[in-house]
């Protein structure tokens, strides 16, 4: 019997991680991004018990930083990276689009613990704003420690010159858009091949740092986050081709309103020679 309830635990944890993983749980009830609908934003706290946190959280994601009120801090880790090129696929699941590796990419460390690469993906258009402003793009890249804890890089873009990363993936992608997928049932998966992943792992310099949670359902709490300083350019056509892989088509927006502070602190970290976007 002692063995049965280790084993239901095994299970429930494992659950449980998965969910946090997935940055939203596409098992439960299905949430939406309209404002004012009945699954919208303000409204994912009273979809189910499991997504509670999203109506009641303290510590919730995403927020607005504004500069002015961030808390220099010099000690904190550099966050260097180093990416190995892997072999990963593209998940499209009508609320994100997704690239899950097949393997390790590589490490950052946060306040002492380290924290591997297992997944990145995209919000149009962003989800953290700076000093008010809302940016085209967002990518997330999602580290997971040993013990389950979540660690996330976020890179703001801005409409400019396209970006060296997407030109290896331009054709999956246009792949993944002749998918006529029935989101309601399935997902769309694409097989990318081998992705060089060197240009995401440029030195970081300035980030600012907060503890904030999952931007979708459930919403779980105690998420690292490190927004970049320096924000990156993409041409208009790349962002396009990542909306328009969403279920509702290009007019479709997948960015949750910013959330309110509640008393937590932003930090700022800005080492010598780094580069920053914003007036601190």
Not at 150 to 178: C, H, R
Not at 252 to 268: E, K, M
Request: proline share 5%; net charge positive; aromatic share 8%.
């Amino acid at each position: 019997m002692a063995s049965s309830r280790a084993a239901v635990v095994l299970l429930v944890t494992a659950a449980s991680l998965a969910v946090a993983l997935s940055h939203g749980d596409e098992a439960g009830p299905k949430y939406g991004y309209v404002t004012g609908s009945s699954n919208g934003p303000e409204n994912w706290g009273k979809l189910s018990p499991e997504y509670k946190l999203c109506g009641e959280g303290k510590k919730q994601s995403p927020i607005d930083i504004v500069t002015k009120q961030a808390v220099s801090s010099p000690n904190l880790d550099s966050l260097t990276r180093t990416y190995s090129a892997i072999n990963a696929t593209f998940v499209n699941n009508g609320h994100d689009i997704l690239m899950e590796f097949e393997g390790k990419v590589g490490t950052i460390t946060v306040n002492g613990k380290v924290y591997s690469f297992v997944k990145l993906h995209w919000h149009m258009p962003s989800e953290h704003t700076i000093n008010g402003q809302r940016f085209p793009l967002e990518l997330h890249l999602v580290h997971k420690s040993d013990n389950g804890d979540l660690a996330v890089i976020g890179i703001l873009y801005q409409y400019g010159a396209p970006d060296s990363f997407y030109y290896q993936l331009k054709n999956k992608l246009t792949e993944m858009s002749k998918d006529k997928c029935n989101f309601a049932e399935e997902d769309s998966h694409v097989a990318a091949g081998l992705v060089h992943m060197r240009s995401l792992q440029k030195r970081t310099g300035s980030y600012f740092r907060y503890t904030g949670s999952l931007t979708t359902p459930p919403c779980t709490e105690n998420v690292a986050w490190n927004i970049l300083g320096k924000v990156r350019q993409i041409s208009k056509e790349q962002v396009d081709l990542l909306t328009s892989l969403l279920a509702a088509g290009k007019d479709a927006g997948r960015a949750r309103p910013t959330q309110p502070l509640n008393g937590r602190t932003v930090q700022f970290y800005n080492p010598p020679n780094s580069t920053i976007s914003f007036e601190m």
